[in-house]
């Protein structure tokens, strides 16, 4: 059978092969009840019959690490879902499984790939298969993981606003979505202090031309002049300051890790199977010439429907797959390389133009700064600074120009930038960032666009069984629900049905067309 074939079945499939799953578990579960219990437990629907199953299997679950462990009550199939194996199987051997074939595998498990596994496994949680391919499995250096955590409404273009609002509306509602029979996801820890972007000579008509369509698409956000400013933040020094526009609503920070615990706990929970290895090769084969199937310049056409995954063990595994989904973030290029992107004619003549950009946070204490009404402050000179807490700790960063730009071939932090990009702007800006101390500092990567620091989103035009979700430089932790279903519609609608996300895809890398993003942190 070919892979094309055995990949993912309609939806209207998926939900009849679930309906049979649950008939299957229904009539193991009347055997061991009376004829007058059968009856009633045969006119149960859906949910009362999984409650009436929980309830009286009693399972006893317990969240440990970044997994929630769950007990067995519905009969689905065993090889497919975590949760059915045995309690004694532990959570190295599970990584260390790595499926032959899967219908839908991922590549790269932080927060945009664990993402678009729980979109599409919440869609049709048995229509198919599905597994992400994770090298760093406790997210030791991932950029989820160093993140700010900052989420905003305050965008210049129409589908970041679009993306953002929806996550907004996702983050509210986590704990419905994310939420595992009776127990709660981890806590977001999300502060809704709001985002305060200045304006001075330079960017203040651009900063109204974007309020003006971010209103127009629901943003609560105002604009305040200096007087207005200094009322609100007796704190803020506006001796240069023209404007400032402040999110009212759905702005602030949150805590991304928890964040990306709940999305991988959900969506092994709804059947997805995470691998830690790491993407090696794709598997790339030509048909025979004799059946005359060429590219656009009439070259044989390369399919690939296989790739070789590193496991921990250092053991070298092939995965065949029909779909595969690259969310990589800073490291995607290599594997667009690994396809030849970039490096043929025809559709794969343009590169994936996606690399790793260091970038530094600053924790530092000032005892006498500004307290709990302190927001996420976005200064015009690119400097931004929001509290840790309180009782005085704050972070801070800023986006280097292009001759600032560090190396990027390790994550040293370069403590001198913070002394002579950073501190004299908060101190100038901020009553009470005199004298900041620092306390601490770490660095972290980007997915950097090149061509213009925008996502690339969607499948390559050559290889168009493999999607790509990367680029989002610091913006990855906002819009990954907004991903998440984008790509999710993709591949079960085959188009997007939610939001056009259509300018974000391939095609302006080849007509050199920007879709470029003003306020770029």
Known sequence: M????RFV????DARQTHTAL???????????HSVKQRDEIMKMDCVELREKMKSESNPNFVMKGYKYRYSKFVEIEPWRARKHLPEAVSDDHMRNIVPEAVDIVVIGGGIIGSSIAYFLKQRA??????CVVEKDPEYTHAATSLSLGGMRQQFSLYENIRMSTFSADFFRNYRHYLSVLDYEPPDIEFQPQGYLFLGNERNSEDLLMHHQLQTELGVFAEVYNAQELNTRFPWLNTEDIIIGAYGLQNEGWFNPRNLLIALKGKAEFLGTHYVAGELVDFNVRQPLPSLGKLDEVDQPLEECNHLIVK????????????????????WSQEMAEMLRIGETDGYRSVPLPIEPRKR????????????????YLVDPSGVFCRRDGLGGNYLAGKSPSEDEEPDSSNLEVDYSYFDKAIQPVLTRRVKGFEKPKIVGAWAGYYDYNTFDQSPVIGAHPYYNNIYWATGFGGNGVQMAPAVGRAIMELILDHEYVSLDLTRFGWK???INEEVRESLIL
């Open 9 to 12: 079945r309609p939806l209207l």
């Open 360 to 375: 530094y946070v600053y924790a530092f204490n000032c005892i006498d700064g500004p307290g709990i009404n302190f927001p």
């Open 22 to 32: 649950l008939a299957a578990a229904t009539r193991r579960f009347c055997s061991d």
């Open 311 to 330: 496991t921990a063990k250092g053991e070298l595994k092939q995965i065949q797959f029909a779909i595969a989904v690259i969310a990589a973030g800073a």
């Open 508 to 510: 302006r890398l080849f």
């Open 125 to 130: 949680p048995e229509g198919f298969s599905l």
């Open 2 to 5: 070919s892979v094309c074939v």
